[in-house]
């Protein structure tokens, strides 16, 4: 009955709880001080299962397993080992934090919530879609308000658990719905139940109305992206960092393969392609635009992550294979550079405790590196070459110019002209403006070891996806292919 | 396999910027000396290009492809033809000169040149230089692309933290913005060119090489010619469009100016020709009436403000309008000596607009001041650079004998061939540019040194000699020999016109 290849399709997964065990088994028998070194333990095994994985458990031909719950294909692998990625990332910026380096529990959390997510890119039955996007979200609700008697992180908490219960549920409304016209919860069998008209188009579009309420408020497009500057800003930085870009790529998974597997009707897509090219276009504005008031780093780049969500919807949107690879390859390149931005605050603010803009002023001469680190992530968010965030963009948008949807991409070239504004305005302030004494070389900001290994890795990692962009298109190419 | 001397002068400037990210920052001669020497390498290597280049064969030569991300048909695809061959040796020349005027002067009179953190300084200024060679050499539009936002973004940082302190914020946040919209919206015509490729012809591919040949609809050309020239041509200082550069001229460094009016704006003009014409010909040919009415409107405009101008970086920052107006005048001509004017005005105007900002700033370091009517008498301490900007002044006025002669004399012949009323107006800007041109020499060198001055002003620098007349040799060559590049531009004239069809 258990055969390899369904050992092989939840081999990550095993991989993680095993390493969570561990984590619970080894974290009382340290001491205090020492404490600390569980996340090392964290990254390290998340690391060595990312490699364990990759040399034993790629997937060959797309097959079921445990009762077709699970699809085991290079959509899911990749964006697997992306959240891997992101999460061994997470860990080391979670290390110095003052509330959250030294609890073991915080790092098993991550890792609880890293499983719920790899089950998300893989799930394909809606039932096991529900668990895992649980799974995934449980762990988050507590590491967001994880900083007890700090009230805007109780409050963050609180308002992502109300958000994420409120959404989840109505999505779960709409599976039911599902469930009610169609008699299964399979999504591959779904597709066929569209095919011969099982579901009235109408019915089928208020459903997936419900759903996309979810998945909205997973991925924080636009009706449904109020939790997030609050969230970002108040839970723990590297928390906000893994909220605003492991947990939103794992909404793009279940979205990719919600949209081009299940509901794949042409009658019906029309009317919802229609419906997220709105969605996207409204989101890349709103986002853009009110992120250009803010003064904390956080916020901002909370509304920078809505505009970039819009982003990602236009590939979503091209419904072809083209903009399917588009999205993985954005997400891809979108998870490296925002986790380096939020590392950078993370890094920032450990040091001084400052969350403002203002506050970074003459970074580029208190540490150079943190600048061009900063600048790295900051030209990569703008879409500049030689960074990732430039290829991810044309990329997009040429699966949007493909598909037709020119004044999309038009809305896309307008707005992130107005992201370059406030992205290189935050840039002034790391290489124009000086501390109020101009005695930046008496207040150095030194990086912990952690720091400078996640920083350095993620840096590269930008710069790779922008420069020798070939291998990482041609994973996400494979895995859209998967879609089709 | 031959040598693959594009991609090695496209790449090292790059591998120059990131030595010297580690090099200490303290070590700051290191930090020059490695500048410099990777302008000469670049220097002597696009000579070598030029004078090996074979202008009987003409055609794209030194020709290298490497597959980049086959899966959508972009490759690293360089080569050079008679139209791009100078522009990269001009990149070099400005190269090598705007190091030697960055680097500087200890005398605590002066504090010429860079002397504030010249290590990121000039790491930048190359990430910068990469992007534009990449721009000259690429025959890949993706990568064409790639390259000019590479040479787009360093140019806020220069200007924002080594720029003048009064208003380089504003200046360079005006410049970014401008440049990223212009190059968005080129961006999007070239993903939509790219699209409609596949759609006709079935090729996937980002080639300049075949998209010539993709056989777009006439409409196609006309919808879309508009939105990529002119989003090119925004780095050109094309007219409407043209206002970010004054200021950001103004505001930047010195060796960033020269490299920002000598090269930069050649980027815009030289992709707008690229892009635009060479592969929307139709479109070229349709709007070819609003493009030189723009180009007219900038030559006699942009002259008029020069000339009324008190700040002399800014006479020199409108001038570059005005004379780059003349390189979208001889575009929009589409006929043969138009186009070969511009290709040699492209390269005349690059090395005539570095010198003058180049002894703008020398002034502006010693005297501190670059209102006009408060200079005077500058030949006395400083006749070197005295002689240099005469010369330049010259080239301006298109006088015969140096190479604005030899420019800009075709491009008006061409446009007295299309619209012969257009060259009259146009000739105006040669009267006003000698009125000002003159004006300012008289006050800024001769008439009377100010008692301030006295005894205050050193010369200038051995290495500034060294890079004026580095600048002046190639502009007097040229004057006096026109087939040092006139053939060559030929040649490239010759592709362009075979593109746009007939004559």
């Known amino acids: ?484 | 396999m031959t040598f693959p001397v594009l991609s090695i002068i496209t790449f090292i400037p790059l591998a120059a910027a990131l030595v010297l990210f580690v090099i200490p920052a303290n070590r700051k001669n290191e930090a020059r000396a490695v500048a410099l020497a990777s302008a000469i390498s670049v220097l002597l290597l696009s000579l070598w290009v030029y004078f090996t280049y074979d202008q009987v064969g003409a055609g794209y030569q030194f020709t290298e492809n490497y597959d980049w991300l086959p899966a959508l048909g972009i490759g690293l695809r360089f080569g050079v033809d008679g139209m791009s061959a100078p522009l990269v040796l001009l990149t070099g020349v400005v190269m090598f000169t705007g190091v030697l005027i960055s680097w500087g002067d200890d005398n605590p009179h002066v504090m010429a040149g860079i002397q504030d953190r010249p290590r990121e300084f000039f790491a930048f200024l190359f990430i910068l230089a990469t992007g534009v060679l990449g721009v000259f050499v690429s025959l890949d539009l993706f990568m064409l692309i790639f390259f000019y936002d590479i040479a787009v973004f360093p140019m806020y940082l220069l200007i924002v933290i080594w720029g003048w302190s009064v208003t380089r914020e504003y200046a360079a946040m005006k410049l970014t913005l401008y440049l990223l919209i212009g190059s968005i919206i080129s961006l999007a015509g070239i993903l939509v060119m790219f699209v409609a490729q596949y759609q006709n012809t079935g090729i996937l591919s980002f080639d300049m090489l075949l998209m010539e040949k993709a056989g777009f609809s006439q409409a196609f050309q006309i919808v879309w010619f508009l939105p990529v020239f002119l989003g090119f041509a925004v780095l050109g200082g094309i007219w409407p469009l043209h206002n970010w550069s004054p200021d950001g001229h103004v505001a930047a460094p010195t060796a960033v100016s020269m490299f920002h009016a000598g090269v930069l704006m050649k980027l815009g003009a030289f992709a707008a020709l690229r892009v635009g014409i060479m592969l929307l010909p139709e479109g070229a040919k349709y709007w070819q009436w609003l493009i030189m009415a723009f180009a007219a409107i900038a030559v006699v405009y942009g002259a008029y403000i020069a000339f009324v101008q008190k700040d002399f970086k800014y006479m020199v920052g409108f001038s570059s309008v005005s004379h780059m107006g003349l390189v979208m005048l001889g575009f929009s001509t589409l006929n043969e000596k138009g186009l070969l004017g511009s290709g040699l005005q492209m390269f005349s105007h690059g090395a005539m607009t570095a010198l003058f900002f180049a002894v703008v700033g020398m002034i502006y370091d010693r005297a501190h001041t670059r209102q006009i009517p408060e200079l005077g008498g500058m030949s006395k301490v400083m006749p070197f650079a005295t002689v240099g900007f005469i010369i330049g002044g010259l080239v301006s006025m298109g006088m015969p004998l140096f190479s604005g002669f030899i420019a800009e004399f075709p491009i008006f012949m061409g446009v007295w061939q299309v619209h012969w009323f257009v060259a009259v107006v146009c000739s105006i800007s040669i009267v006003i540019t000698a009125a000002y041109i003159m004006r300012n020499i008289r006050q800024v060198f001769f008439g009377n040194m100010p008692e301030k001055f006295e005894g205050h002003i050193a010369d200038i620098t051995i290495l500034d000699k060294v890079a004026i007349s580095t600048l002046c040799i190639f502009m007097i060559v040229i004057g006096l020999y026109p087939k040092f590049m006139a053939p060559m531009v030929q040649t490239g004239v010759e592709y362009v016109l075979r593109l746009l069809g007939g004559s």
């Open chain 1, 1 to 484: 009955m258990f055969s390899s290849t369904m050992f092989a399709s939840i081999l990550p997964e095993i991989l993680i709880l095993m390493l969570g065990m561990l984590v619970l088994i080894v974290e009382p028998f340290w001491k205090e001080e020492k404490r600390r070194n569980v996340g090392w333990l964290t990254a390290g095994g998340l690391f060595a299962a990312m490699l364990v994985s990759f040399l034993a458990g790629q997937p060959g031909e797309p097959t079921s397993a445990f009762g077709d719950m699970i699809r085991f294909d290079w959509l899911g692998f990749f964006f697997k080992m992306l959240f891997m990625f992101a999460g061994a990332a997470t860990a080391l910026l979670m290390m110095d934090h003052e509330r959250l380096g030294k609890r073991g529990e915080a790092y098993l959390l991550l890792l609880a919530s890293l499983i719920g997510m790899n089950l998300m890119a893989v799930s394909s039955d809606l039932i096991m879609l529900f668990l895992s996007i649980e799974t995934a979200s449980i762990p988050l609700y507590v590491l967001a308000g994880f900083m007890l008697g700090d009230d805007r992180s109780t409050e963050a908490g609180f308002k992502y658990l109300l958000f994420g219960i409120l959404t989840t549920t109505i999505m779960l409304y709409g599976f039911s719905l599902v469930f009610g016209f169609s008699g299964t919860t399979d999504m591959y069998q779904l597709a066929e139940m569209f095919r011969v008209g099982a579901i009235a188009p109408l019915a089928a579009f208020g459903i997936l109305a419900l759903i996309l309420v979810g998945i909205g408020f997973k991925v924080a497009f636009v009706p449904f992206h109020f939790w997030a500057p609050d969230v970002y800003e108040g839970s723990p930085t590297p928390v906000a960092g893994f909220l605003s870009t492991a947990s939103k790529a794992a909404g793009y998974a279940v979205l990719l393969r919600l949209f081009f597997i299940a509901f794949p009707e042409p009658t019906l897509s029309a009317s919802w392609t229609t419906t997220l090219a709105v969605i996207a276009a409204i989101s890349m504005i709103v986002g853009n635009l009110l992120a250009l008031p803010q003064t904390n780093i956080k916020r901002l780049l909370a509304y920078s992550s809505i505009a970039h969500t819009g982003y990602t919807l236009i590939g979503v949107v091209a419904l072809t294979q083209l903009g399917a690879a588009s999205v993985v390859f954005y997400l891809a390149a979108y998870i490296l550079t925002n986790l380096l931005a939020f590392g950078i605050a993370m890094a920032f603010s450990k040091v001084t405790g400052l969350d403002d803009i203002r506050d970074y002023a003459g970074l580029s001469r208190r540490s150079p590196w943190l600048g061009l680190m900063m600048l790295t992530a900051f030209l990569s968010l703008t879409g500049m070459p030689p960074f990732g965030g430039f290829v991810a963009k044309v990329v997009v948008f040429a699966a949007g110019i493909q598909a037709g949807y020119i004044w999309l991409v038009i809305v896309g070239v307008l707005t992130s002209v107005i992201g370059a504004y406030y992205y290189l305005n935050a840039l002034k302030f790391v290489y124009l403006y000086r501390m109020p004494n101009q005695d930046e070389e008496n207040h150095p900001i030194p990086l912990s070891r952690p720091y400078a290994i996640a920083l350095v890795a993620l840096t590269i990692g930008v710069i790779l996806i922008g420069t020798i962009f070939a291998p990482w298109f041609s994973w996400s190419d494979a895995g859209a292919l998967n879609l089709f």
